[in-house]
């Protein structure tokens, strides 16, 4: 195979799919959805063209989709979905029951904005909804990390310090469909970083070896409810190991095929930097574009990225924000309860663990496929240097609207 | 090099195929590429974009184009209803579907460079319906030589044709490249 074969172009839906099909799935279930639908388009494709050996079920709804995965992943299946905004709410119910069943199932959310108003766009209100429902959720910035960590996923989600479902997010619309080169790995490559399938070890449907799956449990007797903390207790075992599981698996994956990932969270230019910008998913690489510019003026801007968001990379993230002494955390969503972004408010939390307060300042753009371009993350730098120079305040700071104008629009 | 493209067409006419079978030729030649379509409910005939970004450098913005440097509108009608300069960057290149003479193609000062194609007429000749998606990017390919058109015909080998066969669009493609007039700068002047 000469070395053009191996390049693609392609946008970030038909990364994914490569990357599904590199790791040789058993059943793959679908509905399509707007901005999922060409994702699962090409997994049909492949397996029409005999090019991925799995069983296709067009089901009838989202709801059916993840019920016949659980099936099919308790009988020893390696599965595959891919679902967004309207369609995982529509899947909530199986979706909250994986976690629990320790199934590990790959799933990307190509992430939109939720309803209503309506819309169809990109927006990361729907992964946010879900943030603690116990799936682990990885956010990637490009096209060639989404093919990447499709195939990690499944060796996190299989590990048996982990056995929870992942699910992989990339950002509809300007991820989802913005086409750029892209390196495919080698399926030899590829079926050696996997290794042999694994992934009903802990509980199976097996006529030979009958066991009680998901039976009622808890209750108020002390033996009811010693045993339900017990799973619970695992289940957050399990969301802490992933931790180092991500990790290794990350390295493991540089090591096979030259790409290096931050696997939790990554520092751009946060060394010596007086500000970082906190970003997740594909906004990333603007904000990068933006710091940049900044230094070249002298502005001492760095970037930490999420890739991690569940579990949360504390440490990680403690270690990159220890380095700065102001943060401008930029959200694709909202947190209604704390009237910020999700991200923002994570952030707080952690930095709780490093002794010190900060500004920290939530910003939300990038709604509903709106764009967020590097003027306005240059508005983030200065508004988070300018919160910097007036030092520590008792207030907590407003909200910027990147793309507001004006209040009142909706009243 | 670094450049930012943005097409212009209408639902149908394969506005945002002609961006990835530009993408596949920019990277082809070694380039780093971005194209982002615009996106909403697409409709047949109804105005849509697609942008591109190439460099000799590894692009990491997934954002939209707000200051091309070159156009490519290759429907001929959609310039009375879709404001196609937005943004042009001064001494712009316009690459235009149309039967028109230079000089009756309304264009603001930042037009340094005009390539012009009757893609309907080639079109209609080919496939027998106004599908201008091949001919514009030989157009484009003619008028900037920023790709070649073997780069591109090696593209369009790989794309996915939905309304026509591959022979129509690589002897679109060519006719396009072929019957393209070019003002270049001193001739606009």
């Known amino acids: 195979m000469n070395n053009m074969s191996r390049i693609a172009v392609c946008d970030g839906n038909e990364a994914a799919a490569i990357g599904v099909k590199l790791s040789r799935p058993d059943v793959v279930a679908v509905y399509p959805i707007t901005p999922q639908?060409?994702?699962?388009?090409?997994?049909?494709?492949?397996?029409?063209?005999?090019?991925?050996?799995?069983?296709?079920?067009?089901?009838?709804?989202?709801?059916?989709?993840?019920?016949?995965?659980?099936?099919?992943?308790?009988?020893?299946?390696?599965?595959?979905?891919?679902?967004?905004?309207?369609?995982?709410?529509?899947?909530?119910?199986?979706?909250?029951?994986?976690?629990?069943?320790?199934?590990?199932?790959?799933?990307?959310?190509?992430?939109?904005?939720?309803?209503?108003?309506?819309?169809?766009?990109?927006?990361?209100?729907?992964?946010?909804?879900?943030?603690?429902?116990?799936?682990?959720?990885?956010?990637?910035?490009?096209?060639?990390?989404?093919?990447?960590?499709?195939?990690?996923?499944?060796?996190?989600?299989?590990?048996?310090?982990?056995?929870?479902?992942?699910?992989?997010?990339?950002?509809?619309?300007?991820?989802?469909?913005?086409?750029?080169?892209?390196?495919?790995?080698?399926?030899?490559?590829?079926?050696?970083?996997?290794?042999?399938?694994?992934?009903?070890?802990?509980?199976?449907?097996?006529?030979?070896?009958?066991?009680?799956?998901?039976?009622?449990?808890?209750?108020?007797?002390?033996?009811?409810?010693?045993?339900?903390?017990?799973?619970?207790?695992?289940?957050?075992?399990?969301?802490?190991?992933?931790?180092?599981?991500?990790?290794?698996?990350?390295?493991?994956?540089?090591?096979?095929?030259?790409?290096?990932?931050?696997?939790?969270?990554?520092?751009?230019?946060?060394?010596?930097?007086?500000?970082?910008?906190?970003?997740?998913?594909?906004?990333?690489?603007?904000?990068?574009?933006?710091?940049?510019?900044?230094?070249?003026?002298?502005?001492?801007?760095?970037?930490?990225?999420?890739?991690?968001?569940?579990?949360?990379?504390?440490?990680?993230?403690?270690?990159?924000?220890?380095?700065?002494?102001?943060?401008?955390?930029?959200?694709?969503?909202?947190?209604?309860?704390?009237?910020?972004?999700?991200?923002a408010q994570e952030v707080l939390g952690a930095l709780y663990r490093t002794g010190r307060t900060i500004p920290v300042l939530s910003f939300i753009g990038g709604l509903a496929g709106a764009d967020l371009t590097q003027e306005h993350f240059d508005e983030v730098i200065d508004s988070t240097v300018r919160a910097l120079e007036a030092g520590p305040s008792p207030a907590t700071p407003e909200t910027v609207w990147l793309d507001a104008r004006g209040e009142g629009a909706g009243r | 090099m670094s450049h930012e493209i943005r097409i212009h067409g209408r639902g149908g006419q394969g506005a945002v195929l002609a961006s990835s079978i530009l993408a596949q030729a920019f990277v082809d030649e070694g380039k780093y590429v971005v194209a982002i379509p615009s996106f909403g409910f697409e409709r047949r005939g109804a105005p849509v974009s697609a942008c591109l970004r190439a460099d000799d450098r590894e692009i990491r913005a997934l954002t939209n184009i707000y200051r091309p440097d070159c156009v490519i509108c290759i429907d001929p009608t959609l310039p009375r209803m879709v404001d196609i300069f937005a943004g042009l960057r001064p001494g712009g290149t316009l690459v235009q579907a149309s039967s028109l003479r230079p000089d009756a193609i309304a264009r603001p000062g930042t037009v340094e460079t005009l390539g012009l194609c009757d893609a309907v007429g080639i079109a209609l000749e080919i496939f027998g319906k106004p599908i201008t998606n091949s001919i514009m990017l030989g157009a484009f390919a003619r008028t900037t030589g920023l790709v070649s058109l073997d780069s591109l015909m090696d593209a369009l080998e790989r794309a996915d044709f939905r309304d026509a066969g591959l022979a129509q669009n690589r002897r679109a493609m060519q006719r396009g490249y072929a019957e393209t007039e070019v003002l270049a700068p001193e001739a606009v002047a």
């Open chain 1, 37 to 343: 639908s060409s994702l699962v388009e090409y997994l049909s494709k492949f397996i029409a063209e005999g090019s991925l050996d799995a069983e296709l079920m067009n089901l009838e709804g989202e709801h059916s989709v993840l019920s016949a995965l659980q099936g099919a992943c308790l009988a020893g299946a390696r599965t595959y979905t891919a679902t967004c905004g309207p369609g995982l709410a529509f899947m909530f119910e199986p979706y909250i029951r994986t976690p629990g069943l320790r199934l590990p199932m790959v799933a990307s959310l190509v992430n939109r904005d939720m309803l209503s108003p309506q819309c169809v766009w990109g927006g990361q209100q729907d992964v946010m909804t879900v943030r603690d429902a116990g799936w682990i959720h990885l956010f990637c910035e490009s096209a060639q990390e989404v093919l990447d960590t499709v195939i990690m996923a499944y060796r996190i989600a299989e590990h048996p310090d982990v056995m929870l479902p992942v699910n992989i997010n990339h950002d509809g619309n300007y991820l989802s469909y913005g086409v750029t080169r892209v390196e495919i790995p080698e399926q030899p490559a590829v079926d050696a970083f996997l290794g042999p399938k694994n992934v009903n070890w802990h509980t199976a449907l097996d006529p030979d070896r009958p066991m009680a799956v998901d039976p009622l449990t808890g209750g108020a007797d002390a033996e009811g409810a010693a045993v339900f903390a017990a799973y619970r207790q695992s289940q957050c075992r399990g969301m802490q190991s992933a931790l180092h599981v991500i990790a290794e698996v990350h390295a493991e994956w540089a090591d096979a095929f030259g790409r290096h990932y931050a696997p939790l969270v990554e520092e751009y230019r946060v060394d010596g930097a007086d500000i970082a910008i906190v970003t997740i998913g594909s906004m990333s690489g603007a904000a990068k574009d933006a710091v940049d510019a900044a230094r070249e003026r002298g502005v001492a801007a760095g970037v930490i990225r999420i890739k991690t968001f569940r579990p949360f990379p504390v440490e990680a993230f403690v270690h990159a924000a220890a380095q700065v002494r102001a943060l401008g955390v930029v959200d694709r969503s909202v947190s209604f309860g704390w009237n910020c972004g999700p991200v």
